[in-house]
């Protein structure tokens, strides 16, 4: 299958990042290229972009689509975790914007043997890098039933987070659980039928949430943002779309948190933690995508964009 992917937010996005002609920007995200390749349209001379991604199908994907401009682009297969050792190699120390679009890509769900849909009957693997051992089919398989709980209930949020993690067990204990078909009868077998007619898919709560364990998602999310808002220079901007509440609520928090760093109390007259403002949050709402965009594209409904700018 081509790498198709439709960039959400992406008029929004490319205004936010207050693009400079001659400035340095990262897609840490680069997936097929999409934003990548309206940035680049932007960029003058000397302008640039580094695209980072640890899905090599994307990077094969974006560097055919981004190849009329040349030396403008660098392409590194990384995760965005890694994004200010892999510039340091490059010799960039600061950047003039950088996006994250957080969401799984069209191609990785409808790419059946990628083990990311329970809408298709595949192995279960799920992982963004394949050069990673660990698949989705050592989760549902090795952890144990307390691990199971937490996973579902904390990255699912799913209320019968016990009942299928209880259900897994079980089923495994018959022979080992392989595909996503297997997962996604197990999951359904779990939860009441009078609350999968009008809450969408039974089995999404439980993938998501396998998925986000697997790639450590939230854990590379929240390490490193301090890290990129660090990397921007003054007026450079940090563009990042979330598409479920627990991504974006450490977004949330981390931007606040980098423009009102004092740990000092309340009744002090003044500041003596000495920490100050790194920049300032743009959207004090989070944009989300028009009419006509969820008309065309309903992957995109839940959708966020913050945007921070360095001070």
């Given at each position: 299958m081509e790498f198709g992917h439709r960039s959400v937010l992406l008029q929004e996005t490319i205004d936010g990042l207050a693009i400079r002609p001659d400035g340095i920007y990262v897609d840490g995200?680069?997936?097929?290229?999409?934003?990548?390749?309206?940035?680049?349209?932007?960029?003058?001379?000397?302008?640039?972009?580094v695209g980072i991604d640890q899905d090599a199908d994307a990077i094969k994907a974006a560097g055919i689509r981004l190849k009329d401009f040349g030396e403008k682009v660098t392409i590194v297969r990384s995760n965005y975790c890694e994004m200010k050792s892999r510039l340091h190699e490059l010799g960039i120390d600061k950047v003039d914007g950088i996006i994250l679009d957080l969401g799984v890509s069209s191609y990785q769900l409808d790419t059946a043997e990628r083990g990311f849909s329970y809408r298709e009957d595949a192995p279960l693997d799920m992982r963004m890098d394949t050069r990673q051992k660990m698949t989705a089919?050592?989760?549902?398989n090795d952890y144990d039933e307390k691990e199971l709980y937490r996973v579902i209930r904390d990255y699912g949020e799913d209320k019968f987070a016990k009942n299928i993690a209880k259900h897994i067990v079980t089923e495994r204990g018959k022979g080992p659980v392989v595909t996503t078909g297997q997962l996604t009868e197990i999951v359904r077998r779990a939860i009441p039928m009078k609350y999968q007619k009008n809450s969408g898919h039974p089995a999404k709560r439980t993938f998501?949430?396998?998925?986000?364990?697997l790639n450590r998602e939230l854990e590379v999310l929240r390490d490193s943002l301090d890290d990129m808002i660090g990397l921007l220079n003054p007026g450079g901007r940090l563009c990042i779309i979330t598409f479920h509440?627990?991504?974006?609520?450490?977004?949330?928090?981390?931007?606040?948190?980098?423009?009102?760093?004092?740990t000092c109390p309340a009744d002090f007259p003044v500041c003596v933690c000495g920490k100050v403002p790194k920049g300032s949050i743009v959207t004090r709402k989070p944009i989300l995508p028009g009419q006509e965009e969820l008309r065309e594209n309903s992957r995109s409904k839940s959708a966020?964009?913050?945007?921070?700018e360095r001070a």
């Open positions: 995200t680069l997936g097929g290229g999409g934003h990548s390749l309206e940035v680049c349209k932007r960029l003058g001379p000397k302008g640039s972009i089919r050592d989760i549902v998501q949430a396998i998925r986000i364990e509440s627990l991504e974006d609520r450490i977004v949330k928090s981390a931007f606040r948190k980098n423009e009102h760093p004092c966020k964009l913050r945007i921070f």
